[in-house]
């Protein structure tokens, strides 16, 4: 690590944690920050030691992450035991003593917060844990609620909490610089916002998402699979303008059958719109439209700077296109008519073509394209991730929803604005083209495989029942002679 960086640890949440490296990845491009990471760099770890410019860096990259608690600045760092910890720490402060001094002035109130990571101590341990640190050379009062002054000791007892080691593999100590931006996933809530459907994306995700887009104030961000705008309202708080299109014209309009429990008939203000103002966005709204993807109303000078969104899988929501037809029915009613258009199956190949070819033609030079792709995770190491020639793929995230499915967070950014490779997308339809059909007859599979194991094992227990000389009661159960209720 060079030299010229100060170090500091980056404190996660142990959530998404798929996720970390490509928000850490996107926040550095959006605040153009230089971070080095050691060799040993482990991304599962829920912290990271890494190299930043300043104090002044730390807090831009911890204002709008999601996924992480907090950064301090590390002042001493040990995987060679506790003894060694503190004898580093002591040569810091020595070593520092200049530098460190403001810090430890009899007007600056101080806290020390202690975390364990895979191993649990109770309040005693942890104070006492803290008393073994009388060498700091702290002068001020103690102020647990609002110190001018925040250190923050760790230990590390490893990520599996089935062996966990007798001594910790990390003990690392720091002065803390600033909270990630992790309040923002409650401010936005679901269930306190105003309006939402049936597939509305999680708030932490959302925001990810925003992030991995590059999102920033003033942007023009479009989502083609609105549904009830909850990638809109996360793009809205970091300041962009948001546009949508949804092929539902109940969503869009806030008619289609309330989600909450007990809810009956929604409210006449339900609608997107209603969301923005609700979190002070409203100006921020440009429009929705009721649209068909597979058949694109945008002029091609109409230029995104990203595109966030989230297309239906066929599973929770259908997959719906207008149906073609090439002549008139005889039966069909007059011209002046009013006319309900009838839909078709979108198919999921057809869906990502027509969506990497939007956004290779309407993004600018530069902008992303954040989507979500659905997989069964027997198909994780197959070829079947949609490409194209103008397009980038420089994130891919997975969300495990079930033992046999997944999602991932595609992050594609665009490289090329050549013509001729407009139409260059290519995809292994054979994987992705079934996938409604595949994800059913995995799940049914499943279940009568889960069905199978519970009558083998309470065949097995019937079994040892008799062994022991058990006897079933009319009531179902074994008991010993001795024990029924009859006896």
């Known amino acids: 690590m ?19 490296q490509a928000e850490i990845a996107s926040l550095l491009r959006i605040w153009n920050i230089q971070m080095e990471t050691p060799a040993d760099h482990n991304p ?44 580093a720490l002591r040569q810091h402060i020595e070593t520092n003593a200049q530098s460190l001094a403001t810090h430890f002035e009899a007007n600056k109130s101080f806290k020390i917060t202690v975390e364990t990571y895979n191993k649990h101590f109770s309040q005693r341990e942890k104070v006492a844990k803290i008393e073994t640190m009388q060498y700091l050379p702290v002068e001020g009062p103690v102020n647990l609620k609002t110190p001018d002054v925040h250190y923050w000791y760790i230990e590390f007892w490893g990520l ?20 990630g931006k992790r309040d923002m996933i409650n401010e936005i809530s679901l269930k306190t ?8 994306m999680d708030p932490q995700l959302s925001l990810l998402m925003a992030n991995q887009g590059l999102v920033e104030s003033g942007h023009l961000v479009f ?16 300041g962009a303008y948001v546009a949508g299109a949804d092929i539902d014209y109940m969503i869009v309009h806030g008619k289609s059958k309330p989600t909450r429990v007990n809810q009956k008939v929604r ?19 440009v429009d929705v439209l009721i649209a068909d993807f597979s058949r694109s109303i945008w002029a091609d000078s109409i230029v995104f700077d990203s595109i966030i969104t989230d297309p239906p899988y066929g599973i929770r929501e259908a997959t719906e296109r207008i149906e073609f037809k090439t002549q008139r029915r005889a039966t069909a009613m007059t011209e002046d008519a009013v006319h309900y258009p009838s839909t078709s199956p979108y198919q999921l190949c057809q869906m990502y073509k ?26 994780a190491d197959s070829d079947v991730l949609p490409r194209h020639k103008c397009l980038q793929l420089v994130a891919n995230s997975e969300q495990p929803l079930s033992g046999y499915s997944s999602r991932r967070l595609l992050t594609y950014e665009k490289v090329s604005d050549s013509e001729a490779d407009l139409g260059a997308f290519e995809m292994p339809a054979t994987v992705v083209e079934n996938f409604r059909e595949r994800y059913f007859t995995q799940l049914a599979e499943d279940n009568g495989t889960r069905k199978e194991r519970r009558l083998e094992l309470r065949e097995v227990g019937r079994k040892e029942a008799k062994k022991r000389g058990k ?16 006896a």
Not at 2 to 20: C, G, I, M, N, P
Not at 53 to 61: G, V
Not at 471 to 486: L, T, V
């Open 2 to 20: 060079s030299s010229t960086l100060k170090k500091y640890v980056l404190w996660f949440a142990q959530e998404h944690v798929d996720f970390r």
């Open 44 to 87: 599962e770890r829920p912290f990271w030691v890494v190299g930043l410019q300043n104090d002044e860096a730390a807090r831009k990259l911890a204002s709008r992450s999601m996924s992480l608690r907090c950064i301090f600045e590390l002042w001493a760092h040990s995987n060679e035991g506790l003894a060694n910890f503190h004898q």
């Open 160 to 179: 599996d909490p089935m062996d966990v080691p007798e001594q910790p593999y990390d003990v690392l100590f720091g002065r803390w610089v600033a909270d």
């Open 193 to 200: 916002r105003k309006f939402i459907g049936n597939t509305s």
């Open 223 to 238: 989502d083609p699979f609105a549904g009830s705008g909850s990638l809109l309202v996360a793009a809205a708080k970091f």
């Open 267 to 285: 409210e006449k203000d339900e609608s997107i719109y209603a969301n923005l103002q609700q979190y002070g966005c409203g100006g921020l709204f």
């Open 354 to 379: 027509d969506l990497l070819q939007f956004s290779a033609r309407h993004l600018k030079l530069g902008g992303r394209l954040v989507c979500w792709f659905p997989m069964l995770r027997k198909d």
């Open 471 to 486: 006897q079933q009661q009319p009531d179902g159960k074994w008991r010993f002679p001795q024990d029924a209720p009859d």
